[in-house]
T-cell receptor
């Protein structure tokens, strides 16, 4: 079955440490996205990539970094510069790059930083 | 800039009753609109989408939504709610470059 795999499901880190969240898709989608979800809030876009070796900042990119070396993979690094990193992180992909294309989501990674 | 408002944070309905979740959007051009559902601790799943044409769109799990341009609304409906429909529902408008802007979500509780 095609889909998006995010790992791990739960992640715990100490403050001051960088942490990388994995996102892999086998849908052959061009575009991939990272969203952050906090309780009672909608999804906020962190970074997105429409093609390999290219990515753009979303609305809340500060303290995060990404890479897109392969079409299937779009890892997100939460750096120590991110002031409030504890959240639920969702990776998504879409078959196209336009506004009409719906998003396919992974099951998320819940990051807790103490 | 585009925005999406879901006025109801939490809605409770009895099983078998009808459901309507409200969504209002702000977007300068023709909107591409989506409804997604999220079960606890899971990702989002697409319920339905509107691009153009018929303003009443059908989705999965018996859901439908009606686009009303004059009211800038895209409300989600279901005639008879099942206990398994309890979840969080998000309305979204498609922005450029495949990005989407999401509302803050509505949590649906279903009473037996």
């Amino acid at each position: 079955d095609g889909g998006i795999t995010q790992s791990p499901k739960y992640l715990f880190r100490k403050e001051g440490q960088n942490v990388t969240l994995s996102c892999e898709q086998n849908l052959n989608h061009d575009a991939m996205y990272w969203y952050r979800q906090d309780p009672g809030q909608g999804l906020r876009l962190i970074y997105y990539s429409q093609i390999v070796n290219d990515f753009q900042k979303g609305d809340i990119a500060e303290g995060y970094s990404v890479s897109r070396e392969k079409k299937e993979s779009f890892p997100l690094t939460v750096t120590s510069a991110q002031k409030n990193p504890t959240a639920f992180y969702l990776c998504a992909s879409s078959i196209g790059r336009g506004s009409r294309t719906p998003l396919h989501f992974g099951n998320g990674t819940r990051l807790t930083v103490t | 800039a585009q925005s999406v408002t879901q006025p109801d944070i939490h809605i409770t309905v009895s099983e078998g009753a009808s459901l309507e979740l409200r969504c209002n959007y702000s977007y300068g051009a023709t909107p591409y609109l989506f409804w997604y559902v999220q079960s606890p601790g899971q990702g989002l799943q697409l319920l339905l989408k509107y691009f153009s044409g018929d303003t009443l769109v059908q989705g999965i799990k018996g859901f439908e939504a009606e686009f009303k341009r004059s009211q800038s609304s895209f409300n989600l409906r279901k005639p008879s709610v099942h206990w398994s429909d309890a979840a969080e529902y998000f309305c979204a408008v498609g922005a450029g470059a495949g990005k989407s802007t999401f509302g803050d979500g509505t949590t649906l509780t279903v009473k037996p």
